[in-house]
């Protein structure tokens, strides 16, 4: 089955500092991996979408990295704000597949001044 | 502004009632679909659509009823609610795989609670 596994499942870090979520999958044959950001109460936003081929990708003080070989993916967040609050979900999708997405179950992270 | 809406945002029903959740893309949008998202567990598929007149099930599709008349709209309608249907419900748009583009749009989500 496939299966997203995201951790930590909640952080807390001061603004202004870095932080670091991870995500593993077993998503079989690989398509492509995405990071969300899910602000309280409002459908996710892609920050990210990343190929087999792509080790890192960046926007804006987000920057995503993927090793297809040991099937695991990190976000890491730049000089925080107040602003990135939210919670980061996730999603690989399958080779084949269509569009169907394996979602995982999402960091919430709050920074606080 | 040009995304996917979706109506109402919030709605109560009592068990066994029904109703039709709404979503509409003004994006030329081929493919759209539907997650629930439950605490502590990732969005899962309810049912999907890869263009007008083409609907099939995702992960979790009992209860729900889909269908796809045009491209822009793509309503779930649950048959006989029950509590185990309270959950914030998404619609996602995008464009078929394989497109050059195909990311995601999600709308702002419905939450609903079941009685």
């Known amino acids: 089955k496939n299966q997203v596994e995201q951790s930590p499942q909640s952080l807390i870090i001061l603004e202004g500092k870095n932080c670091t979520l991870q995500?593993?999958?077993?998503?079989?044959?690989?398509?492509?991996l995405r990071w969300y950001k899910q602000d309280t109460g409002r459908g996710p936003v892609s920050l990210t979408i990343?190929?087999?081929?792509?080790n890192t990708k960046s926007n804006g003080r987000y920057t995503a990295t993927l090793d297809a070989d040991t099937k695991q993916s990190s976000l890491h967040i730049t000089a925080s704000q107040l602003s990135d609050s939210a919670s980061y979900i996730c999603?690989?999708?399958?080779?084949?597949?269509?569009?169907?997405?394996?979602f995982g179950g999402g960091t919430r992270l709050m920074v606080k001044p | 502004n040009a995304g996917v809406t979706q109506t109402p945002k919030f709605q109560v029903l009592k068990t066994g009632q029904s109703m039709t959740l709404q979503c509409a893309q003004d994006?030329?949008?081929?493919?759209m679909s539907w997650y629930r998202q439950d605490p502590g567990m990732g969005l899962r598929l309810i049912h999907y659509?890869?263009?007008?007149?083409?609907?099939d099930q995702g992960e979790v599709p009992n209860g729900y009823n889909v269908s796809r008349s045009t491209t822009e709209d793509f309503p779930l309608r649950l048959l006989s609610a029950a509590p185990s249907q309270t959950s914030v419900y998404f619609c996602?748009?995008?464009?078929?795989?394989?497109?050059?583009?195909?990311?995601?749009?999600f709308g702002s989500g419905t939450r609903l609670t079941v009685v």
């Open positions: 996602a748009s995008s464009r078929a795989a394989g497109s050059r583009d195909y990311g995601y749009t």
């Open positions: 995500c593993n999958y077993t998503v079989s044959p690989f398509s492509n």
């Open positions: 990343m190929t087999f081929s792509e």
């Open positions: 999603v690989v999708s399958a080779r084949g597949a269509g569009n169907m997405l394996t």
């Open positions: 994006m030329n949008h081929e493919y």
């Open positions: 659509s890869v263009g007008a007149g083409i609907t």
